[in-house]
């Protein structure tokens, strides 16, 4: 146990910042277990702002309103990862944040997440910064086309990302160099992606949840199957393990992974917090992520992860509900989750549903008509 390690027991607060989906549903498990939350968010309407015993409306950079938060807290987590450096380390050093600051500073900017990722021994795609045009012709010469363009701090669900397979695009694409730091990478040729969730107590219990195969649709998780029906939970819990060497965790954490046509797997990105491929451990498993997450921040025992049966996750943007609405509780074998966004937008994630089955490649056949775009 780590000097800082302490047991939180139900009837403490739980402290969350970010209220969108991954708080609220962190909160119900916190919830269900008897401890209280106090949730920060900026949106008046944010979705955990249902769920929480205190709701703070500030921004994320509001310094005060985080101390506050603090304040009324017996232990600090978060659901946003993209908390300012300098506010994340005087929490950490003024209340009790199991997660601490260093590992979610480094894996907010690429760069550092892929350098602490090679470090531990673990494969990532081929990767350099970018500072102009040149550069990224000059990783295109060693690398070929096609590769992707990101933002280095700040990109999620695809945002601030530019695919390139010609010197046309590269050309008319006015990449924002001066407004942002950028890295460019390989654009693989995708086998398959998967997901391994995971999560280590504050004293250092680890459990391994099964590894997720994901589906993206315009970079937006889409769909996901757990178990993986390629099954490379071996190589992937080696990689996590790596990557727990160069980077310390406490709570739930999930490492994406590319699979190449070759089968070759590389280490994508990592989320320290919940992660959208593994909600389906609400219904599939004996313990969900969000339960995961408060026991081991409360540095409480966990059990080893069981999964009951077969899981089908789709996602529910925006323009999915707009076709669903009326249909969405016809299917008495969907466990529907909605987020209670009051704003829908089409490509927002709006909620989503978990279907268990015995039987995935008819489940996957049954459901295609509902779930299937027009495109
Ligand atoms: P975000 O932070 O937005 O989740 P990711 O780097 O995970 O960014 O990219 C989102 C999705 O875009 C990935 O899950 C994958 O489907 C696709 N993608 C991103 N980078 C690559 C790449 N180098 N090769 C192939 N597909 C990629
Ligand atoms: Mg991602």
């Not at 160069?246 to 992660?275: M, Q």
Request: proline share 4%.
């Amino acid at each position: 146990m780590t000097s800082t390690a302490k047991r939180i027991y139900p009837g403490a607060t739980i402290g969350i910042i970010g209220g969108g989906q991954l708080g609220k549903m962190l909160a119900q498990s916190a919830l269900r277990m008897g401890y209280k939350t106090a949730v920060l968010d900026p949106a008046e309407d944010a979705p955990a702002g249902a769920v929480c015993h205190t709701f703070i409306q500030a921004d994320f950079s509001d310094e005060d309103a985080l101390k506050q938060l603090a304040e009324v807290s017996d232990v600090l987590t978060y659901e946003f990862e993209n908390i300012d450096a300098h506010i994340l380390r005087e929490l950490v050093s003024d209340y009790y944040v199991p997660q601490g600051a260093e590992t979610v500073l480094t894996l907010q900017n690429r760069e550092s997440e892929k350098n602490a990722v090679k470090q531990g021994g673990a494969t990532v795609v081929p990767f350099e910064n970018v500072y102009h045009d040149a550069d990224i012709q000059s990783f295109i010469s060693e690398h070929g086309y096609p590769v992707i363009v990101k933002t280095s701090t700040g990109g999620y669900d695809g945002k601030g990302q530019y695919y390139i397979d010609s010197d046309e695009t590269l050309e008319d694409l006015n990449i924002p160099f001066q407004d942002a730091d950028f890295i460019v990478e390989k654009y693989i040729d995708l086998e398959r992606e998967v997901s391994l969730t995971a999560a280590r107590s504050a004293e250092g219990q680890v459990i391994i949840f099964p590894l997720q195969e994901n589906l993206h649709r315009n970079q937006i998780l889409y769909r996901t199957i757990a178990p993986s029906r390629l099954d490379y939970t071996a190589s992937a819990t080696e990689e996590v393990h790596k990557i727990m060497e160069a980077l310390h965790f406490a709570g739930v954490f999930t490492v994406e992974f590319f699979i190449d046509k070759a089968g070759k797997l590389y280490v994508n990105e990592i989320a320290p917090r919940p992660h959208n491929s593994a909600h389906h451990t609400i219904e599939s498993c004996n313990i969900s992520q969000f339960d995961a997450h408060i026991l081991s921040i409360a540095n409480q025992p966990m059990p080893e992860v069981y999964q009951h049966q077969d899981a089908v996750m789709m996602n529910l943007l925006g323009v999915d509900l707009d076709r669903l609405d009326d249909t969405l509780f016809d299917y008495p074998d969907w466990h529907v989750h909605l987020y209670g966004k009051t704003e829908r937008k089409p490509e927002r994630k709006m909620g989503h549903v978990t279907i268990l089955t015995d039987n995935v490649e008819e489940t996957l056949k049954e459901i295609k008509a509902d779930f299937e775009k027009e495109s």
